[in-house]
């Protein structure tokens, strides 16, 4: 069974070459925003979520911030790809953070990382 992944961009064609570039390996799931991003995720909790930071309304680091803040849904990976450097001291960055462009073996490397269990005793370091 491959792995849920729900991609956040409020870009269609973002949206839709991460989905092409992904399928192969994950079940994707789309949404053009932060709120029906949230939506969804607490319907059906993907294994991990890609997300852009900047997009109208509910940005990025406030989405990870309120899936975060959800106890079933807090640990779900977080990775961000984003056109600008990830702001300082944000507890929000998620997991990684990716620079566009970027490659997508590198792109795949990161989400297959990410998936991976985490051992207790790093898990309980970060929380």
């Not at 294994?47 to 997009?55: A, E, P």
């Not at 990775?79 to 990830?86: E, Q, R, V």
Request: charged residues 20%; hydrophobic residues 45%; glycine residues 4%.
């Amino acid at each position: 069974m491959k792995p849920r992944v729900l991609i956040v961009d409020d870009s269609w064609s973002m949206r839709q070459t991460l989905r092409l570039l992904l399928a192969p390996d994950f079940n994707c799931s789309l949404a053009e925003n932060g709120m029906s991003a949230l939506d969804q995720v607490r319907q059906n909790p993907p294994d991990i979520i890609v997300s852009d930071v900047n997009m109208d309304g509910m940005d990025g680091y406030e989405l990870c911030r309120r899936v975060r803040a959800e106890p079933p849904l807090q640990n779900v990976p977080f990775l961000f790809i984003s056109g600008h450097a990830p702001r300082l001291g944000m507890p929000e960055a998620g997991d990684a953070y990716l620079i566009k462009p970027v490659q997508p073996a590198v792109l795949i490397a990161r989400l297959n990382e990410l998936l991976q269990p985490r051992p207790l005793a790093a898990a309980a370091a970060q929380s």
